[in-house]
């Protein structure tokens, strides 16, 4: 299957006008700063110089001037440093992050005079909502910024507010509904000199041409969009249009432009762009040189464009780039390498599908208090009558194209079923069936005590050791094989996965149904999951490969169990017994199986022991711990 480029459309994203300082000069203003207001400013702008490169850092300098003008009750700085975290949450965590911080910025700047910024936040939290995939509260909220604009007369806000109503058209698939917005916006751009919304302009009506295949339109669109940014040394714009214009050519399977106009955008995108922006380009670039039968150069790019999207924790990305590879190395005729590549995309594609999931759950939630806040409020009600408003104009102007929506409808239902067993399988992966079921019945699971149950825990012995001679990839390749096998054999054997952290894995038997066996099934596991590491660490040590060690500890009591978190719930559990099983890890030998007494006495002599004495355990004290083995 070829990669679908990338179309990277442009639309406006509040920067607060800031200039992007060296980072190190503004954090050297910072601590001479002479006032806490001061210091708030030029952490904004240390957020903004950082932005690109270093989000997360950018958005820890965000936090800290939006403390500071909370502290001194300053609205407008409040507002100004909320849209820069949400900025950042968009591009670190999730556009449903980003829209509650949005949210509040805009409840500020409906109570202070500065049109800017208010339109800022309204364009702000329309393109959240766009890309939480709620379209149509998307485009009312580019409608409302729209109508502010006018109604305050600023050409300025007037052109951002038509460019984001114009995406959501696009992202809709109303193309010709976008160019109306792209042309009525490009006229008022040129008037006021607004350069930048200029080239967004020009490159999303090359785009939107490139969508209808309508080629011949779209390169002369593209090119003329290049010599506009080099007349105006918008430099990190002329990356974008040349990865689109590489893109365009890509999809005519012209292979020699799309690598030559990838290549431009490459050396532009890696001194301007950022990290996204890069991590696409790469791999849009090895597909050219697949097409060119170049496989060498098609698979360095793909495999950096891995290590920039794993850098970046980028799980799209990264699906993207090892798809790519898996059809270079089939091209190519390395079969193994293509198996490999084709196994990493299945872990990551489960990744993806689990995300998605979560966002459907997110987007339902989002659904109801919209609805909710609709019930109660007269405004929203108003709200409700524009959103009606504005979705029976794009179904007017749709109307036209109904045999193609009737197409996208057909093909986009079979994909919800799809989805919709997928996420169910995915939620039966991560929580037990019956903890499942509860959740999905009534929107939440009670948490239970369980008296009799063992808990397993393992450990791996100098991990970071072991893990400075692995690159990332190898280093995620070899806890996956481990862990994968481990989930086999606990599953064998009757035992609940609970979670993993880091190089930990924990797991448990006895819950959410009671069993009698809990003590020797988990003793059984135990002694698999030593077996497996054993024969594993011969089978490395013989190919001159590092391996891990691996240590495994047990202890049988009552735990309480429930599922915790909204964001990314997770189902846990908590008590004594699993903070002693940790101890009994802790205090174990690398390949043996360690036990407490309370497990030993409940083993009833079907298992070899061997008494270690009594062992000082972290916070415990003296402890009795033993040896289990096979008969």
């Not at 950022?274 to 991590?279: A, E, H, L, R, V």
């Not at 919209?370 to 009600?381: G, L, P, T, V």
Request: hydrophobic share 40%; aromatic share 8%; with cysteine.
């Amino acid at each position: 299957m070829q990669l679908k480029p990338l179309f990277i459309s442009l639309f406006f994203v509040a920067t607060a006008g800031l200039s992007a300082q060296s980072a190190q000069q503004l954090k050297a203003q910072a601590e001479k700063a002479p006032s806490d207001t001061a210091r708030a400013g030029i952490c904004l702008k240390i957020a903004q110089a950082e932005e690109a490169e270093n989000p997360t850092e950018a958005l820890q300098y965000a936090e800290k001037a939006l403390a500071i003008y909370k502290s001194k009750n300053d609205a407008t700085g409040t507002a100004l440093a909320l849209l820069k975290v949400g900025d950042l949450k968009m591009k670190i965590t999730s556009p449903f992050d980003a829209r509650d911080t949005y949210l509040k910025a805009l409840e500020i700047t409906q109570n202070i005079n500065n049109p800017t910024l208010h339109a800022d936040a309204l364009i702000a939290l329309s393109n959240s909502y766009r890309l939480a995939g709620d379209y149509t509260t998307a485009g009312e909220k580019a409608a409302e910024a729209l109508k502010f604009a006018q109604n305050a007369n600023n050409p300025a806000l007037m052109c951002r507010a038509l460019l984001q109503e114009g995406v959501v058209f696009a992202d809709l698939g109303l193309q010709d509904r976008a160019e109306i917005n792209y042309q009525k916006a490009l006229p008022i751009a040129r008037n006021n000199k607004l350069i930048k919304q200029e080239l967004r302009i020009l490159t999303n009506l090359a785009i939107g041409a490139a969508r209808r295949e309508d080629y011949a339109t779209a390169i002369s669109r593209f090119r003329n969009a290049a010599e506009r940014a080099k007349s105006l040394e918008q430099f990190s714009q002329l990356g974008n249009v040349y990865l689109n214009l590489g893109n365009t050519f890509l999809n005519m399977k012209a292979y020699d432009s799309s690598a030559y106009y990838s290549q431009l955008a490459q050396n532009i995108i890696a001194k301007y762009g950022d990290w996204f922006n890069w991590s696409i380009i790469l791999a849009n670039h090895g597909e050219a040189l697949l097409g060119l039968k170049k496989y060498k150069e098609a698979e360095a790019l793909a495999l950096r464009s891995v290590d920039t999207a794993f850098a970046h924790q980028n799980v799209e990305m990264q699906y993207t780039a090892w798809e790519l590879l898996s059809r270079i190395y089939e091209s190519s005729g390395d079969i193994p390498k293509a198996y490999a590549a084709i196994k990493k995309t299945a872990v990551l594609k489960d990744s993806l599908d689990l995300e998605s999931q979560r966002n459907s759950l997110k987007r339902q939630e989002l659904k109801s208090e919209y609805e909710h806040k609709q019930a109660i409020s007269k405004k929203e009600s108003q709200l409700a009558l524009q959103r009606q408003k504005w979705l029976r104009n794009i179904f007017i102007l749709a109307s036209c194209s109904m045999l193609l929506l009737v197409f996208v409808f057909w093909k986009q239902r079979s994909r919800i079923k799809t989805a919709k067993a997928r996420s169910d399988e995915l939620l039966l992966n991560i929580l037990p069936e019956e903890i499942a079921n509860e959740l999905k019945e009534t929107g939440e699971a009670q948490a239970s005590l369980y008296e009799n149950t063992t808990v397993l825990f393992t450990d791996f012995v100098g991990f970071t050791r072991v893990a400075e001679k692995m690159t990332p990839t190898q280093l995620v390749q070899e806890i996956h094989h481990c862990f994968s096998a481990f989930d086999s054999i606990t599953s064998k054997h009757g035992l609940e996965k609970i979670k993993t952290v880091g190089d930990a894995y924990l797991a448990i038997c006895g819950l959410p149904s009671a069993n009698e066996n809990h003590v020797t099934q988990s003793v059984a596991a135990a002694l698999e999951i030593a077996e497996f590491m054993h024969t594993y660490q011969q089978q490395r040590s013989s190919q001159n490969m590092p391996y891990f060690e691996m240590r495994i500890g047990l202890h049988s009591g009552p735990v309480v169990a429930g599922v915790v978190g909204v964001k990314k719930f997770s189902y846990d559990i908590w008590g004594d017994t699993v903070n002693t099983a940790a101890r009994m890890e802790e205090n174990g030998v690398p390949g043996k199986v360690n036990i407490s007494e309370t497990t030993y006495n409940l083993l009833n002599g079907t298992f070899n022991t061997e008494y270690r004495g009594k062992i000082a355990a972290k916070n415990k004290g003296e402890m009795d711990m033993y040896f289990v083995s096979h008969k």
